[in-house]
T-cell receptor, first 109, second 114 residues
């Protein structure tokens, strides 16, 4: 099955800093989604991005499907950005959704 | 509009018991999927249902089963509970039938097996 790896596993930044989170996948996928899980466990869909670039406020994401990776950019970090960021892909051959192990982001005031 | 709702929010069960978790999708969404998230790990896919039919299944034992009702709500059942079943169980709904559609998650049910 498809393997999904995220890096870095942990990231600690000061408020106002920028960050780049990476998601690599081992085979071609039909789509990719990014999620933010807040400290209370709630998972929020940030982007549905099979390919190309999307932006939503301070967040943007780029997926290069041919090279099997996606990047999530967070600019001017705020403490509310803290939490775990997951990427997820669809393994169509197995009809499964595969999540990465996440990047834990901590923003210090 | 209400988001995805799950019940109960917390549950404590004993080994060997059975549990039923419930999920109501966003209005208009016809697909529901279930996930198990153990502390410190990413969500693991269990099932996906669309129009009351199973469309995808993860690597979970037969003790795990699910169904979807005509109003698109869903139940996840787990029999013969083990200590290792302790986890956060998440439900997500999506508009389209395929599992490659944007997912919207509920707040989860935290199950503790003692």
């Amino acid at each position: 099955g498809i393997q999904v790896e995220q890096s870095p596993p942990d990231l600690i930044l000061q408020e106002g800093a920028n960050s780049t989170l990476r998601c690599n996948f081992s085979d071609s996928v039909n789509n990719l989604q990014w999620f933010h899980q807040n400290p209370w466990g709630q998972l929020i869909n940030l982007f549905y991005i099979p390919s190309g670039t999307k932006q939503n406020g301070r967040l943007s994401a780029t997926t290069v499907a041919t090279e099997r990776y996606s990047l999530l950019y967070i600019s001017s970090s705020q403490t509310t950005d803290s939490g775990v960021y997951f990427c997820a892909v669809v393994d169509s051959s197995a009809s499964k959704i595969i999540f990465g192990s996440g990047t834990r982001l901590s923003i210090r005031p | 509009d209400a988001g995805v709702t799950q019940s109960p929010t917390h549950l404590i069960k004993t080994r060997g018991q059975h549990v039923t978790l419930r999920c109501s999708p966003i209005s208009g969404h016809k697909s529901v999927s279930w996930y198990q998230q153990v502390l410190g790990q990413g969500p693991q896919f269990i099932f996906q249902y669309y129009e009351k039919e199973e469309r995808g299944r993860g690597n979970f034992p037969d003790r795990f089963s699910a169904r979807q009702f005509p109003n698109y709500s869903s139940e996840l059942n787990v029999n013969a509970l083990l200590l290792g079943d302790s986890a956060l169980y998440l439900c997500a709904s999506s508009l389209e039938g395929g599992i490659d559609s944007p997912l919207h998650f509920g707040n989860g049910t935290r199950l503790t097996v003692t």
